[in-house]
Structure formats: structure tokens, C-alpha cells
């Protein structure tokens, strides 16, 4: 009878998250409010008290929060099968419809194809402005903050190297130490998760295992380097989808292996699909050449950018009430935060603004996506298509 309630346990969770899947537009906040609906109103899987402790962890942690939540409550509701079919559910869609994308961009050589391509440039210009803003009044309301996010923003674009982008995630956490130490963690709250703290810091050792051997890649393509390249970006990515843009960039872009062209694309397509918006990894991992096939990249990509923000996830369930209680824990997430905003506030200028937009009508354009998702509030793929749409008329005329 257990079996046959945990079968029927699994059935369900791979249901409800293959529709999200298919459905869930607009982002990972978008994502957050779809859980909260779909797992507390609707099923009842979880409680109010679970869902904000769970969405304070993965604010916590660096990874994809909104992956990382439904991750969690698959594995609360069925187990550890029950965590890895709701991934598999909410990630599939978005994966395929990126890599079909993938298999097609090569024959945008022309141009129709091209004004496409441009337009999904000033798509990223758009998402990425808003996103700036939206995280800035969030993650930045006091002068403590705005200095911490400030600094990081003026020292990515004075020293445009790779390891400025962990520098800066460093140095906020240790500058919020000191001056945002009136930020506290609320965790009085134990998961209800089957296995306990061992296992919990065993998972921590894997995914420190993992990191530091990525830290030996460089930038000669291969499959090593490739997937020590997307595991890093998923290891440091603190603040939401949008922010895995500039790590990303770094790893694919600046090493050669992607033109920026090629990834403005890529993430413009992204903002068209449903579901995490880590799936880019899919698209950027389909178009690096490397000695294994298309497939096995975009699945290797996929799974290497996942992978460390489910182990920190799994790793922390058990140790939340403990190391939340830490001293000054807050400050540091918050500085860390504020510096994530810097850090993406660098990258809409440089790559995407400078990329993107080549003359004043380009700029008419992602000005005009931008006040579709910020004035009127509507999803993220009603940008898509003015944006592409505009483009395209633009070049036929």
C-alpha cells in the first residue's frame, strides 16, 4: 500500500510540474507566485509556514531559486524520485523548445533572419534593464546597500576580467558583514525532510569537491572545461535567473567558445519559453562545438548547471534552523545581494547594451519592450514578439 501511495505520490508531482512546465512564463518570481497557488491553494501540499521558510533558503542559496523550490517540494511530497521527476517535468519543455532553437538559429543567415536575431538581442536589453530595477528596489534599499551594489558595478567595468565577477560576489558579503548587520535570518522551522545531517554534509563536500575541481579549467574547449565553466556559473549565481547572464557570458563568450551574437540569441530565445531560465545552458551547450554531439552537449550543459544548486539545497534542508542562527548570516546574504545587482547592472551595459544596440531605432525598440514588462506588466514574451516583430518590419521596410 506504501508503494503504491508513493507511485501514486510520484504520478502526481510529475503531473502538476510537467503543466508548469508547459505554462509557467514570466521568470522565477513569476515562478514563486504559480508554486504558491498551484502547492498551498490548490493541492494543499504545503503549508504557508513551509513555503516561506523554503523560499527563504533558496534566497539564500546561490542556484535557481524557482528549480531549486520545486525540487524541494517534490522531494517533500514523494521522496528523492519525487525530486528528480519534479525537475525533469519543469525543466523538459523549456529545454527541448531551446534546443529545436538551437538546431534552426544556423539558418537565420539572411535578412529576415537577422532582424530576428537582433531583435531577440534587444529582447536581452529590455529583460535585463527591468530586472536591474526590479532587483535594485528589492535587493537595495538603503545607502549600504546601494554603495556595496555601486562599487561592484564601477569595478566590473574598470577591470573587465572573469574573476572580477567572483571577486565581487566576495566582497560583498564581506562588506555587508560590517555594514548591514541590522539584516537577520528568520529560522525557527525544521524541513520535513528522511534524511539528517550526515548525509546533509556529505552532499556540502560533493558540491565543494565538484567546484574546486572546475576551478583547474581554462579556456581550451573541451568537454572538462565546458562543464566546469557551466557548473561554476550555477555554483556562484546568487539573485535569480537573470543573473546567470554575465557568469555564463564569462564562460562562453569572453573564452572564445560563443560569439556574442550567438548568446544574446540564445538568452533572448530563452525569455520566449516557459519554465527556468537556466535552461539557456541547453541553447548555449548545442552550440559549442566540442568532440561530442549536439545531444550529449546540451544535456551535459543542462545538468552541469542544475547540479550544484540542488546539492547546496539538499545540503542545507536538514542545517537550516542551525546556520541561519549563525552570527551576522543575514549581512552577508545581503551584501552578497546588493553586489549581485552591481554585477548585473555591469552586464546590461557591457555585453548587452553595447551588443544590441546599434542605432537609435534599436534603441525605440528595447526601449519599447521595456515598458511593455515594467508600465504595462505583461509577461516577458509579449516583449519577445514586439521586439521581433518591430525588427522585422524595420528590415522590410
Same mark, same amino acid.
Given at each position: 500500500?506504501?508503494?503504491?501511495?508513493?507511485?501514486?505520490?510520484?504520478?502526481?508531482?510529475?503531473?502538476?510540474?510537467?503543466?508548469?512546465?508547459?505554462?509557467?512564463?514570466?521568470?522565477?518570481?513569476?515562478?514563486?507566485?504559480?508554486?504558491?497557488?498551484?502547492?498551498?491553494?490548490?493541492?494543499?501540499?504545503?503549508?504557508?509556514?513551509?513555503?516561506?521558510?523554503?523560499?527563504?533558503?533558496?534566497?539564500?542559496?546561490?542556484?535557481?531559486?524557482?528549480?531549486?523550490?520545486?525540487?524541494?517540494?517534490?522531494?517533500?511530497?514523494?521522496?528523492?524520485?519525487?525530486?528528480?521527476?519534479?525537475?525533469?517535468?519543469?525543466?523538459?519543455?523549456?529545454?527541448?523548445?531551446?534546443?529545436?532553437?538551437?538546431?534552426?538559429?544556423?539558418?537565420?543567415?539572411?535578412?529576415?533572419?537577422?532582424?530576428?536575431?537582433?531583435?531577440?538581442?534587444?529582447?536581452?536589453?529590455?529583460?535585463?534593464?527591468?530586472?536591474?530595477?526590479?532587483?535594485?528596489?528589492?535587493?537595495?534599499?538603503?545607502?549600504?546597500?546601494?554603495?556595496?551594489?555601486?562599487?561592484?558595478?564601477?569595478?566590473?567595468?574598470?577591470?573587465?576580467?572573469?574573476?572580477?565577477?567572483?571577486?565581487?560576489?566576495?566582497?560583498?558579503?564581506?562588506?555587508?558583514?560590517?555594514?548591514?548587520?541590522?539584516?537577520?535570518?528568520?529560522?525557527?522551522?525544521?524541513?520535513?525532510?528522511?534524511?539528517?545531517? +550526515? =548525509?546533509?554534509?556529505?552532499? /556540502?563536500?560533493?558540491?565543494? %569537491? #565538484? $567546484?574546486?575541481?572546475?576551478?583547474?579549467?581554462?579556456? @581550451? !574547449?573541451?568537454?572538462?572545461?565546458?562543464?566546469?565553466?557551466?557548473?561554476?556559473?550555477?555554483?556562484?549565481?546568487?539573485?535569480?535567473?537573470?543573473?546567470?547572464?554575465?557568469?555564463?557570458?564569462?564562460?562562453?563568450?569572453?573564452?572564445?567558445?560563443?560569439?556574442?551574437?550567438?548568446?544574446?540569441?540564445?538568452?533572448?530565445?530563452?525569455?520566449?519559453?516557459?519554465?527556468?531560465?537556466?535552461?539557456?545552458?541547453?541553447?548555449?551547450?548545442?552550440?559549442?562545438?566540442?568532440?561530442?554531439?549536439?545531444?550529449?552537449?546540451?544535456? +551535459? =550543459?543542462?545538468?552541469?548547471? /542544475?547540479?550544484?544548486?540542488? %546539492? #547546496? $539545497?539538499?545540503?542545507?534542508?536538514?542545517?537550516?534552523? @542551525? !546556520?541561519?542562527?549563525?552570527?551576522?548570516?543575514?549581512?552577508?546574504?545581503?551584501?552578497?545581494?546588493?553586489?549581485?545587482?552591481?554585477?548585473?547592472?555591469?552586464?546590461?551595459?557591457?555585453?548587452?547594451?553595447?551588443?544590441?544596440?546599434?542605432?537609435?531605432?534599436?534603441?525605440?525598440?528595447?526601449?519599447?519592450?521595456?515598458?511593455?514588462?515594467?508600465?504595462?506588466?505583461?509577461?516577458?514574451?509579449?516583449?519577445?514578439?514586439?521586439?521581433?516583430?518591430?525588427?522585422?518590419?524595420?528590415?522590410?521596410?
Amino acid at each position: 500500500m506504501r508503494a503504491t501511495n508513493n507511485l501514486q505520490n510520484i504520478v502526481s508531482v510529475f503531473l502538476a510540474f510537467l503543466r508548469l512546465g508547459l505554462t509557467a512564463f514570466g521568470g522565477p518570481i513569476a515562478h514563486i507566485g504559480y508554486f504558491r497557488t498551484e502547492f498551498i491553494n490548490k493541492r494543499q501540499w504545503l503549508s504557508e509556514q513551509q513555503f516561506s521558510q523554503l523560499l527563504a533558503v533558496t534566497q539564500f542559496l546561490p542556484g535557481p531559486a524557482s528549480s531549486q523550490m520545486g525540487f524541494a517540494i517534490g522531494l517533500f511530497r514523494a521522496g528523492w524520485l519525487g525530486a528528480i521527476v519534479a525537475f525533469v517535468a519543469f525543466t523538459l519543455p523549456s529545454a527541448l523548445l531551446l534546443f529545436a532553437f538551437a538546431s534552426i538559429a544556423h539558418q537565420l543567415d539572411n535578412p529576415i533572419g537577422m532582424a530576428i536575431v537582433d531583435g531577440l538581442k534587444l529582447v536581452a536589453v529590455a529583460v535585463v534593464a527591468h530586472a536591474v530595477i526590479s532587483m535594485a528596489q528589492k535587493l537595495t534599499p538603503d545607502w549600504q546597500r546601494i554603495v556595496i551594489a555601486s562599487l561592484s558595478f564601477v569595478l566590473l567595468l574598470i577591470f573587465n576580467m572573469a574573476f572580477m565577477q567572483i571577486a565581487v560576489i566576495v566582497l560583498g558579503g564581506f562588506t555587508g558583514w560590517f555594514l548591514c548587520r541590522q539584516q537577520q535570518l528568520s529560522a525557527d522551522f525544521m524541513f520535513p525532510v528522511n534524511y539528517g545531517k +550526515l =548525509t546533509a554534509w556529505l552532499l /556540502f563536500s560533493l558540491f565543494m %569537491l #565538484l $567546484l574546486v575541481l572546475s576551478m583547474f579549467a581554462d579556456s @581550451q !574547449l573541451n568537454v572538462f572545461n565546458m562543464l566546469a565553466g557551466f557548473y561554476q556559473a550555477g555554483a556562484l549565481v546568487f539573485g535569480g535567473g537573470h543573473v546567470v547572464l554575465p557568469l555564463l557570458e564569462q564562460q562562453t563568450v569572453a573564452t572564445g567558445w560563443l560569439t556574442t551574437d550567438q548568446f544574446l540569441t540564445g538568452y533572448g530565445a530563452a525569455q520566449a519559453v516557459p519554465g527556468p531560465m537556466f535552461t539557456l545552458a541547453t541553447y548555449l551547450g548545442a552550440e559549442i562545438p566540442t568532440q561530442l554531439s549536439v545531444g550529449w552537449n546540451a544535456l +551535459l =550543459t543542462t545538468l552541469a548547471i /542544475f547540479i550544484p544548486g540542488f %546539492l #547546496l $539545497l539538499l545540503a542545507m534542508l536538514p542545517l537550516w534552523q @542551525q !546556520l541561519a542562527h549563525l552570527r551576522n548570516a543575514g549581512a552577508v546574504v545581503a551584501g552578497i545581494n546588493a553586489a549581485v545587482v552591481g554585477l548585473l547592472a555591469a552586464a546590461l551595459y557591457d555585453p548587452i547594451f553595447t551588443e544590441g544596440v546599434d542605432h537609435w531605432l534599436d534603441l525605440l525598440i528595447a526601449f519599447g519592450g521595456f515598458f511593455i514588462i515594467f508600465v504595462l506588466k505583461r509577461s516577458a514574451l509579449w516583449t519577445v514578439l514586439f521586439c521581433v516583430v518591430t525588427s522585422v518590419l524595420i528590415a522590410i521596410l
